[in-house]
């Protein structure tokens, strides 16, 4: 068992800066990657990054390339979405979630869900 908690989310005008976190306990030894993914109001969820164990090999949806960063901390259990240059489109729900093996951009890959923090980007 695995259980994740994320924070950090909040309000932010659009072009503002934004970081979330999430804490691993329970397991975490036996995970391989770990991701975020949101959900807007009346959309499916959808793969925003990931991270290998290893913290070096990351991986990016189109949409946020270039402005979200991902990072990862193994001494505490813990990832992180740096978020720059906010838009609106970011609002949603953002999910920390981990797995052991599957395709990183797909959901159904991950084993352990967190409860999910709200970002609302203001325009």
């Known amino acids: 068992q695995v259980q994740l908690v994320e924070s950090g989310g909040g309000l932010v005008q659009a072009g503002g800066s934004q970081r979330l976190s999430c804490t691993a306990s329970g397991r975490p030894l036996s995970i391989n990657f770990m991701g975020w993914f949101r959900q807007a109001l009346g959309k499916e969820r959808e793969f925003v990054a990931a991270?290998?164990?290893?913290?070096?090999?990351?991986e990016y949806a189109d949409s946020v390339k270039g402005r979200f960063d991902i990072s990862k901390d193994n001494a505490k259990n813990a990832v992180y979405l740096h978020m720059n240059d906010l838009k609106p489109d970011d609002t949603g729900v953002y999910y920390c979630?981990?797995?052991?093996?599957?395709?990183?951009?797909?959901?159904?890959?991950?084993?352990?869900w967190g409860q999910g923090t709200q970002v609302t980007v203001s325009s």
């Open positions: 991270i290998g164990r290893n913290t070096k090999t990351t």
């Open positions: 979630a981990s797995a052991r093996t599957g395709k990183w951009r797909n959901g159904t890959s991950y084993d352990y």
